[in-house]
């Protein structure tokens, strides 16, 4: 059974960090290009940033330069650290793994920024 589970959200205030971690277990974790993903109520689900099997990043024009994405394929584990948030970060953050047609979704984990 696959699943993909996030944590490290929560609420801060803005110009402070957070760091999402995304746990993946029934897949061949380093086989899989990796993504998160936000979305706001009544909003459509958006890339924030992606990763590659092979270790190929990229990033939503408004995260660049205040989030990182990572890897540990030994821990099957993802990782996206964020800095500077705004109050516009808020979301609930998602992580994603494909490979082919497969895709595979986490339950998602809230990040909330107050100003």
């Known amino acids: 059974q696959v699943q993909l589970v996030e944590s490290g959200g929560g609420s801060v205030q803005a110009g402070g960090s957070l760091r999402l971690s995304c746990a993946a277990s029934?897949?061949?974790?380093?086989?899989?290009?990796m993504g998160w993903y936000r979305q706001a109520p009544g909003e459509q689900r958006e890339l924030v940033a992606s990763?590659?099997?092979?270790?190929?990043?990229a990033y939503d024009d408004s995260v660049k330069g205040r989030f990182t994405i990572s890897r540990d394929n030994a821990k099957n584990t993802m990782y996206l650290q964020m800095i500077s948030l705004k109050s516009e970060d808020t979301r609930l953050y998602y992580c994603?793994?494909?490979?082919?047609?497969?895709?595979?979704w986490g339950q998602g984990t809230q990040v909330t920024v107050s100003s």
């Open positions: 029934g897949i061949t974790f380093n086989l899989y290009e």
């Open positions: 994603k793994a494909n490979l082919g047609r497969r895709q595979y």
């Open positions: 990763i590659t099997s092979g270790g190929t990043i």
